[in-house]
C-alpha cells in the first residue's frame, strides 16, 4: 500500500468522522423536536372535549331530588366549577371554573392540577351566576380545536353566519346563547375588557362599542337589559390581538342543529387556522432531510471505511514484520 493510497483512506475516513459529529450534534436536536412534539400531543390529549364529557351536567338529572350527576359531584370536589359552555358547531363543550384572580385557572385544570392548557374561566370580578351586564370568559387558543381554539374560526363569514347558537348551564338550569358579534381586539381594550357594568347609559355605550368594532355581526335585537358573554381567546392576526365571540344569554334554549350530523369533524373542522401540526411543523424539512442524507452517507461508508482499517492494520503489521 502506497504513501498515497495511506493519504486517501486517511482524508476518506476523517470525513466519516467529520459526518459521524455532525449527526452526534443533529440527532440530539431531533429527538428534542421528537420529544416537544410527544409533549405537545400529550397537552392537546389533555385538554380535549372529550377528557370532559363524562362530566357534562344533564337537565333532566338536576329536575330530580336527589341529583347527584357526574357535573354535581365535581362542583362538590371543586367549588370554583360554575357552569358549562356548549356553543354549537364548535368543538367548544367544557365547564367553566372561576378563580380568585384571573391567573388561578390560567394554567389549572378543573381538577385544580397543573395544565398548560389551564380551563374555561370567568373574570375573576364578574359574579359568578351571570347575573351581570356583561360577563367576559377566557380560555387559551390552541390547536386542534381545544379550549378556545374555534373562536378564531368564526373570523370566517360562512362559520360566523351557520353557528348562531350555544347552551349555558348553571345554577341548576340551562339557558341558551344567541351570538350576535364577532369582534378583534386587542387585550388592552378596556373599553371591551371591563366586566360587571351597571350604568345603563355605559351599558349603551358598550352595545354601541362592539358592533362598530365588530368583524360580523348580525341583528339580534340587544338591548340594555340583556345579559352579555363575551368569550375571549387570544389571536395571532396582530400583537397582543384578541378574538371575541359576542353572545347574549335568552331563557329560550336552542336545538344544537349539529348534534346528529353524521361527520360532525369535517363540519366543526377549522377553516381560518392550521388545526393540525405535523412533524414538519415541529423539526424543518431542510434539518430533517439533511439528518437523513448524512445518515445514509455514513450508513453506506462504515462497511468500506472498516475493511480499509483492516486492510492498514494488516499493513502495519507487515511492515513491522519487515
Same mark, same amino acid.
Given at each position: 500500500?502506497?504513501?498515497?493510497?495511506?493519504?486517501?483512506?486517511?482524508?476518506?475516513?476523517?470525513?466519516?468522522?467529520?459526518?459521524?459529529?455532525?449527526?452526534?450534534?443533529?440527532?440530539?436536536?431531533?429527538?428534542?423536536?421528537?420529544?416537544?412534539?410527544?409533549?405537545?400531543?400529550?397537552?392537546?390529549?389533555?385538554?380535549?372535549?372529550?377528557?370532559?364529557?363524562?362530566?357534562?351536567?344533564?337537565?333532566?338529572?338536576?329536575?330530580?331530588?336527589?341529583?347527584?350527576?357526574?357535573?354535581?359531584?365535581?362542583?362538590?370536589?371543586?367549588?370554583?366549577?360554575?357552569?358549562?359552555?356548549?356553543?354549537?358547531?364548535?368543538?367548544?363543550?367544557?365547564?367553566?371554573?372561576?378563580?380568585?384572580?384571573?391567573?388561578?385557572?390560567?394554567?389549572?385544570?378543573?381538577?385544580?392540577?397543573?395544565?398548560?392548557?389551564?380551563?374555561?374561566?370567568?373574570?375573576?370580578?364578574?359574579?359568578?351566576?351571570?347575573?351581570?351586564?356583561?360577563?367576559?370568559?377566557?380560555?387559551?387558543?390552541?390547536?386542534?380545536?381545544?379550549?378556545?381554539?374555534?373562536?378564531?374560526?368564526?373570523?370566517?363569514?360562512?362559520?360566523?353566519?351557520?353557528?348562531?347558537?350555544?347552551?349555558?348551564?348553571?345554577?341548576?338550569?340551562?339557558?341558551?346563547?344567541?351570538?350576535?358579534?364577532?369582534?378583534?381586539?386587542?387585550?388592552?381594550?378596556?373599553?371591551?375588557?371591563?366586566?360587571?357594568?351597571?350604568?345603563?347609559? %355605559?351599558?349603551?355605550?358598550?352595545? *354601541?362599542?362592539?358592533?362598530? !368594532?365588530?368583524?360580523? +355581526?348580525?341583528?339580534? &335585537?340587544?338591548?340594555? @337589559?340583556?345579559?352579555?358573554?363575551?368569550?375571549?381567546?387570544?389571536?395571532? %392576526?396582530?400583537?397582543?390581538?384578541? *378574538?371575541?365571540?359576542?353572545? !347574549?344569554?335568552?331563557? +329560550?334554549?336552542?336545538? &344544537?342543529?349539529?348534534? @346528529?350530523?353524521?361527520?360532525?369533524?369535517?363540519?366543526?373542522?377549522?377553516?381560518?387556522?392550521?388545526?393540525?401540526?405535523?412533524?414538519?411543523?415541529?423539526?424543518?424539512?431542510?434539518?430533517?432531510?439533511?439528518?437523513?442524507?448524512?445518515?445514509?452517507?455514513?450508513?453506506?461508508?462504515?462497511?468500506?471505511?472498516?475493511?480499509?482499517?483492516?486492510?492498514?492494520?494488516?499493513?502495519?503489521?507487515?511492515?513491522?514484520?519487515?
Amino acid at each position: 500500500m502506497t504513501v498515497q493510497n495511506i493519504c486517501k483512506n486517511t482524508i476518506k475516513v476523517s470525513g466519516i468522522i467529520v459526518n459521524f459529529i455532525v449527526l452526534s450534534i443533529i440527532i440530539p436536536v431531533l429527538a428534542y423536536a421528537v420529544y416537544a412534539l410527544w409533549d405537545s400531543e400529550q397537552i392537546y390529549s389533555a385538554a380535549d372535549k372529550s377528557q370532559y364529557a363524562v362530566y357534562k351536567p344533564s337537565v333532566k338529572t338536576y329536575q330530580r331530588d336527589d341529583n347527584d350527576d357526574e357535573f354535581n359531584k365535581l362542583q362538590k370536589r371543586n367549588p370554583d366549577v360554575i357552569a358549562w359552555l356548549d356553543v354549537f358547531g364548535t368543538h367548544i363543550d367544557y365547564p367553566v371554573a372561576q378563580g380568585k384572580t384571573n391567573l388561578t385557572y390560567l394554567n389549572t385544570n378543573i381538577e385544580g392540577e397543573y395544565s398548560l392548557a389551564g380551563s374555561i374561566f370567568m373574570d375573576s370580578d364578574n359574579v359568578r351566576d351571570f347575573s351581570e351586564f356583561n360577563t367576559i370568559l377566557y380560555g387559551h387558543h390552541m390547536d386542534k380545536n381545544a379550549m378556545f381554539g374555534d373562536i378564531g374560526n368564526f373570523l370566517e363569514k360562512e362559520i360566523f353566519d351557520s353557528r348562531r347558537y350555544g347552551s349555558l348551564f348553571y345554577n341548576e338550569k340551562e339557558y341558551g346563547i344567541e351570538f350576535f358579534a364577532f369582534v378583534h381586539t386587542d387585550a388592552y381594550d378596556w373599553k371591551i375588557y371591563f366586566p360587571g357594568i351597571n350604568e345603563e347609559e %355605559r351599558k349603551q355605550e358598550y352595545i *354601541d362599542y362592539i358592533l362598530s !368594532k365588530a368583524m360580523h +355581526k348580525r341583528d339580534a &335585537d340587544v338591548g340594555v @337589559n340583556d345579559r352579555l358573554v363575551l368569550l375571549s381567546t387570544c389571536s395571532a %392576526r396582530s400583537t397582543n390581538g384578541r *378574538d371575541i365571540l359576542v353572545g !347574549k344569554i335568552t331563557d +329560550k334554549t336552542y336545538e &344544537d342543529p349539529f348534534l @346528529n350530523m353524521k361527520d360532525l369533524d369535517d363540519v366543526k373542522k377549522p377553516l381560518g387556522e392550521a388545526y393540525s401540526r405535523g412533524i414538519s411543523m415541529v423539526i424543518p424539512w431542510w434539518l430533517l432531510m439533511l439528518t437523513l442524507l448524512l445518515a445514509a452517507r455514513l450508513m453506506a461508508h462504515i462497511p468500506a471505511a472498516l475493511n480499509r482499517a483492516t486492510r492498514i492494520n494488516r499493513y502495519k503489521k507487515q511492515v513491522i514484520s519487515i
